[in-house]
Every structure is written in C-alpha cells, then in structure tokens.
C-alpha cells in the first residue's frame, strides 16, 4: 500500500512571548497513512492532533522534520486540490450553502455545469438539499459542520483531512457522516480523522494512533488494540459470580476474564457447579479503556505497535 | 487568475459596508451639486471632491491593514487556504480586492465629479486621471498596509503604513529635496490631488502612477515572502 500522508519525524514548538517560553506542541511525530484506509487520531484537548493536521496542510511550519502528504512536502499548494479539509471550528462566509459549496469548489479549480451538479450532490448527500438556498450564517453549528463536510468533499478528494467531524452533528447525521465516510474508503479514498467520539473511531477507523502531550503513545490496528492481550471473556449462567475473581453478574449472566491456558479448566470448574457456558471470546476493551490507560500515565510510554 | 478574481470578488462583498458608508459621501457630493450655484460655489464642490477622493486612500490603509487578520480571527482563512492557493495567490486576491473596492469608489466619485466640476469648468479628462492616480494611491497603500498586518496587528500595521507612505516622503522632501517625496509616490499622488485648483487642473504626469505601480508589485513580492512563514492557524485575539 502506497502512503499516502507521512509524518517524518516532524516536531512543532510555540514561543509565547514576550518570555519566549516553548511549548513542544508535537514531538517527534512519524505516522504514515496508507491509501485507502480510515486512520483515527485520537487525544485529549492539546495533545497536538490538530497541529499535526495544520502542519499537513500547510497552515503551520514545522520547528524540526517534515513529511509528505500525495508524494508531495507539506504545505504545497496544487496537491491540496486533491484533498478535503474539515477543520474543528467550521467558520465560512455568510452566504448561500449552495454558493458556498460552489465557491470552494471553484477555488480548487472546477467549474462550469460539473460544479454545479456537484455541489447538488454533495449537498443532498450531507442532507441539506433543502436548505442550499438559505445563508449559513444563520445555520445552526450541525448544519454549518455540513457545509464544512460538503465544501472539503466537493473536489472529490484522494484524501480527505477532517478535525472532529462529528462534533455538533445530531446522531442521525452522525451515522449519515459514517456511511458516508466508508463509502469513500470502499472507493479508494484515504481518510484521516480526529475524534472524541471514540465509539465512533472504534466504529470507522482501520488504525488508531493516540497522541498525549506531543507525543504518539499507542499505534496499531484499532482490532489489535481492542484485543486485551492474552485475555478471554468466559460468559456463564447459573453459578454465582463470587465463585470467579474479577466476575460481574448482570440478569444472572457471569462474565470474567481468564488466561487462554486456563479456559478448559474453566470451562469444567463451570460444569462441575451446574452452570453452562454462554460463549468464550477473546476479552475486548474499549478504546475509552485504551484512551484513558494511556492519557492517565504521567509519563508516556514508548510508542507500541508502531507500524 | 480564477481563483484570485474569486477571492476579489468575495472580498469586496466582504467590505460592502464600508464602501457603501464612502458611496455617501459621493452622494453628498452629487446633492450638492444639484443644489449649489456652481459658478459660485465651485471651489468648495473642489474642495469636497479633493477630500473624499483622499478619504479613500486612508480607507485603503484600513482595508488593507484588516484583510489578513479579519480572515484569520474569524478562521474563515483556513477554508480558503485548504484549497488548492498558494499564498501568494491569496494576498494577490486580497491586493486586486482592496483595488477593486477603491476603485468603485474612484469610478463613482469620478462619474459625480466629472458632472459637478465639469459644469464648473475642470477639465473632465482632469477628474478621470486624478482619479487615476487615487486608485494607484489606494493599490499601493492598500498594498503596504496588507505587508505590514501580515506580521502587525491592524492597528500596528496601519500606523506603520502611514509612516511609510505619508510621513517618510514628506519629511524626506522637505529636510532632504523634493524629488524625495516621489520615492513612495502614495504622498505625490495625494499631493496631485491636493494641488489641482480650477486655476491650475494641473497636468498628466504618469511617473508618479507607474512607479506606484512598481512599488505595489515589490511589496506584494515582499508581502507574500514574510506571509509564507506565518503560522495562519495561530489564535488572534
């Protein structure tokens, strides 16, 4: 798989003056992003997500590195006609969302009939069809984050670069974005992402990376992380949960954890009390357990699963 | 060129506001006219004329001066410039926007101008290249102005502007000779303005407008090297 936006090492400082105090807003940073998958990029407010994507774009010059986004060094402006950008804040002129759309389109170089029956398009797909007509500065933030959405997807893009897509959109449009976004990737499109929402990462994304104070702390596959390594869930009905340590009862149903050499002697230790096994599967956790694990530990860890 | 004849056009309706507050000094001029007895009261329709027309060259300073940092504090910069646009063809776009809305202004004042004065006596050819020169005024003012706010705040940057442009020539003419005052032709250009009286209209020179001209295009070169390392994603306050 061809990487289609690389992080090289690239690191970013702010000086706050006049005491011209630095703050390392990203470390070190080396993602690469491969075509065609979703790629989620998670932590808490200040970890230097957005900054990383500001540095993609162009918005921003890095202190020390660099990296390469379609083939091409940051910040070069004819490769961006192959992107869409969504950033967290969605802040457009006062217009007509249908103009709007149109005006974005047409500073990426398109126009004529092609742009207009596109940016239709895109507008019935973001579900604003019926309001493309009405100026945004009187949308409420769902609808302008819509706009945001359409605009960045106007041109098609090869790679798309969205700051909290999610954030203010009602759960129906929520999902409206989701199948949104994985029909893109069914046709080839790279998407990288930052969310909060990380049922929602846990959802979409192929590969997860975790950022925390600059620093890239976790990197994997999002099904490898959710894998609680060496762990399987035992599920049982009709013993007591004191009988297992670490069990949890809920509507008579036990669930534990134990070792995978210790499952068949389990599974007996269950009959031998009269009780009956649900299911057995490898133990999950949930990406809120991952974020929070990593997030909480005063000094990051090194970086695992680095791919 | 498209893409920075849209971000002209978008600009202009961005400052439709301010432009409209200077279109109603052309139409105090206009009502002035259809009121005044103009044989008698031509030099004060000159007067009036001379200073709206010098309005818009401090108005062009404010336009400039504003441009980048409204964008930036408002974040609507960061749309734009995730489009395929380099930032030079960005500043280009808001450079050919400052020009365009002084020289709606310029267009109107000198429609109104060459009805007024004209039935006065100026020369009408007169009206349109002064004009002329107050639209090179306004693109090299409105020029500095935007070099400046790419690393000062608008206050900063303005002030700074109208050193430059005003004050550095003026100086520069009087303790050193006069032909200083021509080097940032913004203060020559007013002074053509200025001067021009029903007695003496003054005459065509294009040196001072062509040099103006020059000087936009080196601070545009130099407007767009400083902006190419500032961090447009920053918070303004």
């Known amino acids: ?307 | 060129m498209k893409a920075i004849l849209l971000i002209a056009i978008n600009y202009v309706r961005e400052q439709r506001w301010p432009i409209f507050v200077l279109l109603l000094w052309i139409l105090l001029l206009a009502f002035l006219g259809l009121i005044a007895n103009i044989p008698r009261d031509r030099d004060e329709l000159l007067y009036l004329f001379k200073e709206v027309a010098i309005y818009v060259v401090v108005f062009s300073i404010f336009f400039g001066g504003s441009a980048i940092h409204n964008e930036r504090k408002t974040r609507r910069i960061l749309a734009v410039l995730s489009k395929a646009i380099s930032r030079q063809q960005y500043l280009s776009g808001l450079v050919l926007g400052v020009t365009l809305s002084c020289s709606v202004f310029c267009l109107s004042l000198g429609i109104t101008g060459s009805w007024t004065l004209g039935q006065a006596g100026f020369p009408i050819s007169q009206v349109w290249f002064l004009m002329l020169c107050v639209i090179a005024a306004c693109m090299l003012a409105g020029t500095v102005a935007l070099m400046f706010s790419t690393f000062l705040n608008p206050f900063f940057g303005a002030s700074a502007t109208a050193i430059v442009l005003l004050g550095l020539p003026a100086v520069a003419g009087r303790v050193l000779s006069s032909g200083w005052e021509s080097v940032l032709p913004v203060y020559s250009l007013a002074m053509i303005v200025l001067k021009s009286s029903f007695s003496d209209p003054g005459s065509v020179s294009w040196f001072p407008v062509g040099l103006a001209v020059v000087e936009t295009i080196a601070f545009w070169v130099l407007a767009a090297r400083i902006f190419a390392y500032v961090d447009i994603a920053v918070a303004l306050e």
């Not at chain 1, 990737?185 to 846990?202: A, C, M, N, P, Q």
């Open chain 1, 1 to 307: 798989m061809a990487a289609i936006l690389e992080f090289l090492g690239i690191s970013k400082e702010y000086r706050s003056f006049p005491k011209g105090r630095r703050l390392a807003a990203l470390d070190d940073f080396r993602v690469s992003v491969e075509q065609g998958e979703i790629f989620g990029f998670l932590g808490p407010n200040g970890a230097g997500k957005t900054t990383a994507m500001h540095l993609a774009m162009g918005f921003t010059r890095p202190t020390r590195g660099g990296g390469r986004m379609l083939g091409r060094p940051f910040g070069h402006a004819p490769t961006r006609r192959r992107v869409g950008f969504l950033s967290e804040n969605v802040a457009l002129y006062h217009r007509r969302a249908e103009f709007l759309v149109r005006f974005y389109g047409a500073l990426n170089g398109m126009g004529g009939s092609h742009l207009a029956k596109r940016a239709a398009e895109i507008l019935r797909l973001v579900g604003l069809q019926d309001d493309a007509n009405r100026n945004a500065g009187k949308f409420s933030r769902g609808m302008l984050q819509r706009v945001g959405l359409a605009q960045a997807l106007v041109n098609d893009p090869d790679l798309l670069i969205l700051d909290e897509p999610t954030s203010a959109l009602d759960p129906l449009a929520r999902v409206m974005v989701r199948e949104l976004l994985l029909s893109a990737r069914e046709t080839g499109k790279t998407i990288f992402l930052s969310s909060h929402l990380l049922s929602e990462v846990e959802l979409l994304c192929d590969r997860v990376a975790v950022l925390h104070r600059g620093k890239l702390v976790r990197l994997g596959k999002t099904a490898d992380l959710l894998q609680a390594a060496g762990q399987t869930e035992i599920v049982a009905r009709g013993v007591a949960a004191g009988d297992f340590s670490g069990a949890s009862v809920q509507d008579g149903i036990v669930r534990f954890c134990v070792a995978p050499t210790a499952v068949r002697e389990t599974f007996e230790r269950v009959w031998t009390l009269g009780g009956e096994i649900v299911s057995s599967n490898p133990a999950h956790r949930s990406l809120e357990q991952i974020f929070l694990e990593v997030t909480s530990a005063g000094d990051s860890p090194p970086p695992q699963g680095l791919a």
